[in-house]
Each structure stands twice: as C-alpha cells, then as structure tokens.
C-alpha cells in the first residue's frame, strides 16, 4: 500500500507578509526621517511647545503658579519676530533677572554664561547689570536680536517702560554696532509678532 505523505500548511504566506509589512514600516521611517522640514505642512509641524503650528505663536501653555513669557527669536519673511512660551517661575526669584536670564539661554547669541546679575528699577527704567560673559563682540544681527528681545522679555512687566544694560556696574554704550547710549524702550507682548525696528 502507498504512503500517503501528510500535508501541512504552508508557512510561506505568512513570511511573505512579514517581510513586505517590516518593508512598508522601513519605507516610511526611511521616508520620515529623510524628508526635508519644508516639505512637511505647515499644521503638522512641531513647535518648540511640541504643538503643531496650527496653534497661533502668541498662544502658550499655562502652567501651575507665576509664570513669565520668555521670547523666542525667529526670523519670517517680514523681519524677526518672537514666538512666546511660559515658563514657570522659581519660588524666590525676581521675576525680570528670570525672565531675561531665561531668554539669554533660550536665544544662544551669548556665552552659555552671560548672565544678568541684578535688576534696579526706577522710574520705569530697568538697569540690567549683567556678569563679564556678556559684552561686545557679536555680528550685528546677533546684537539687534539680544537688544530686542531684551526689551521684549522686559516688555511683559507693565512698570519698565526703559532699558538700560551694564556690565559689572559700567553702563555699556554700544555692543559694537548697535549704539545704547539712551534708554532703550521695551517691547510690549502685543507687538511680539510685529517686525521688529
């Protein structure tokens, strides 16, 4: 009498859809990770917030607490702008010397170590006296992006109408380019998203 082989099901159907299912997966991370920022539209990219851009740039998280809004520079084809976020406050800390320490960092223009050291109100004038790390030496634009967003940051407290920077208690007239002879006037939070002078 014949033997008759018994058959089992064939395992090749299943290879070929793993393999073509780990091929599309491959293909679209290859792809997502190769297509350049610009291609990507405009409501699906993320922000620094990790929002998508849908979102209006003024419009930032609320956080538990005081908080301060730390501008962002970006440059648009109408001129620099800034892109508002909230951080939150440290128990204990002056609100202006935070603040604008925050957008020193978040800018990247100076020395990771330039630092505001104090804030003296009077008048409606803000005397920043920053540490030895900030000074001239920048490109011209780096200098209008600092001085500007400065006057922003400071532009969210309703008391500073002026600016004036110092560097160890010496009042620094220019950063090289940029003349800061007189008080320089702040920035409102309205205006953020207006071109800057």
Do not use: C
């Not at 930032?60 to 005081?66: F, M, T």
């Not at 603040?99 to 978040?106: C, G, I, K, P």
């Not at 009077?122 to 900030?134: H, K, P, Q, Y």
């Amino acid at each position: 009498m014949p033997s008759r082989k018994s058959r089992r099901p064939s395992t090749a159907p299943i290879w070929v859809i793993l393999l073509l299912s780990v091929s599309v997966v491959a293909v679209l991370a290859a792809y997502v990770k190769l297509t350049p920022a610009d291609r990507v539209p405009e409501s699906l990219r993320r922000t620094e917030s990790g929002r998508g851009a849908a979102n209006h740039p003024s419009e930032s998280r609320r956080a538990d607490g005081p908080t301060v809004l730390v501008p962002k520079p970006v440059f648009t084809e109408q001129g620099m702008e800034f892109l508002r976020s909230t951080v939150a406050l440290p128990q204990g800390e002056d609100p202006r010397k935070f603040a604008v320490n925050a957008f020193l960092q978040a800018s990247g223009i100076p020395q990771p170590a330039a630092r505001v050291l104090g804030v003296d109100l009077r008048d409606g004038v803000a005397r920043l006296d920053f540490d030895e790390g900030f000074g001239p030496g920048f490109g011209s634009m780096d200098e209008a992006t600092l001085v500007n967003g400065i006057r922003a940051t400071l532009g969210q407290f309703p008391e500073v109408d002026l600016v004036e920077l110092y560097v160890s208690g010496e009042r620094i007239q220019d950063l090289g380019h940029l003349d800061l002879s007189e008080p320089q006037p702040v920035i409102r939070p309205e205006e953020w998203s207006k071109p800057s002078p």
